[in-house]
């Protein structure tokens, strides 16, 4: 079975700064790969998604992420964190037709 | 483009009433659409899968005389709870698969239960 890991619940980073929020996923095939965004309240907003081919794939709101196979990795990042970032931010690895939620990284950005 | 809607975004009912949740996609057809249930500061957990004309299929562990789904039409499906009891108070998040675009999710704004 498939499943996700983000190391980390929560991310301080100062706003302007860089950001790269990790997970790990463990599937045996080739896997699709997916970061969402929730906002408190909110349900879940598609940032970017990876099927296949180039392994660098950009997304809404200025994110972007990186496959990489031998790592077993999805990392996101953004090279500018804006205050409006601050959020839940979740990967998912889609096997069949359903998808398996790491368990969320928090988001905050300091002034 | 793939938006979807959940109705109500809150509801407040006694123990014991049935509530029906609305999940919508809007601007495509979803051959199916999947439910989660979201506890505080936690991630999602897939309750049902849905076929639109079919019978929805039920993760282990989740009461599907309980949590009833239908999916009556390529754009609607609903679930209700029924005899609601204040366990059964979560965020729900509804979510649709455009038929056109592989694997991708898109997911409504959730709905809010809270049971008295």
């Known amino acids: 079975a498939q499943s996700v890991t983000q190391p980390d619940i929560h991310i301080t980073v100062s706003e302007g700064a860089s950001l790269e929020l990790r997970c790990n996923y463990s599937y045996g095939a080739t896997p699709y790969l997916f970061w969402y965004v929730q906002s408190p309240g909110q349900g879940l907003q598609l940032l970017l998604k990876?099927?296949?081919?180039?392994?660098l794939v950009q997304g809404i709101k200025g994110f972007e992420a990186e496959f990489k196979r031998s790592q077993s990795s999805f990392n996101l990042r953004k090279p500018s964190v804006h205050w409006s970032d601050a959020a839940e931010y979740f990967c998912?690895?889609?096997?069949?037709?359903?998808?398996?939620f790491g368990k969320g990284t928090m988001l905050l950005v300091s002034p | 483009g793939a938006v979807v809607s959940q109705h109500p975004s809150w509801v407040i009912c006694k123990s014991g009433t049935s509530v029906k949740i609305e999940c919508r996609s809007l601007d495509f057809q979803a051959t199916t659409m999947f439910w989660y249930r979201q506890f505080p500061k936690q991630s999602l957990m897939l309750m049902a899968t849905s076929n639109e004309g079919s019978k929805a299929t039920y993760e282990q562990g989740v009461e599907k005389d309980k949590f009833l789904i239908n999916h009556a039409s390529l754009t609607l499906s609903t679930l209700t709870v029924t005899s609601a009891h204040p366990e059964d108070s979560s965020f729900y998040i509804c979510s649709a698969r455009d038929q056109w675009e592989r694997e991708t999710q898109y997911f409504g704004p959730g709905t809010r239960l809270l049971v008295l």
């Open positions: 998912a690895v889609g096997a069949g037709s359903t998808l398996t």
């Open positions: 990876y099927f296949s081919g180039d392994t």
